[in-house]
């Protein structure tokens, strides 16, 4: 089995920043691509950022330019550096990996528990 465990969310002023982080643990071959995704309150869940293997970034229009995802594929772990944030970033994030646990499995799509990020003043 596989777990994805995230750490780093929090409440935060407008314009602040947060680091979200991600850890992928059991047995896993190679992680194809890791994300992250968010959900607010009566809105569906929406991608924020992927990351893939060969270190190719996408963004949803709404973060870019203030996010940053990153990755360390030998830790199995994805980061997102949150800065300039704003009211409507208020959400629940969700870590997701895109993995094989082997050479010739198929993939598996994988989401952590979720942590709150809340932007007041």
């Known amino acids: 089995q596989v777990q994805l465990v995230e750490s780093g969310g929090g409440l935060v002023q407008p314009g602040g920043s947060l680091r979200l982080s991600c850890a992928a643990s059991g047995s896993i071959f190679i992680i194809n691509r890791m994300g992250w995704y968010r959900q607010a309150p009566e809105k569906e869940r929406e991608l924020v950022a992927t990351?893939?293997?060969?270190?190719?970034?996408n963004y949803a229009d709404s973060v870019k330019g203030r996010f940053t995802i990153s990755r360390d594929n030998a830790k199995n772990t994805v980061s997102l550096q949150m800065n300039s944030l704003k009211p409507e970033d208020t959400a629940v994030y969700y870590c997701?990996?895109?993995?094989?646990?082997?050479?010739?499995?198929?993939?598996?799509?994988?989401w952590g528990q979720g942590t709150q990020v809340t932007v007041s003043s």
């Open positions: 997701n990996a895109l993995l094989r646990y082997g050479q010739h499995t198929p993939e598996y799509n994988y």
């Open positions: 990351i893939i293997s060969g270190g190719s970034t």
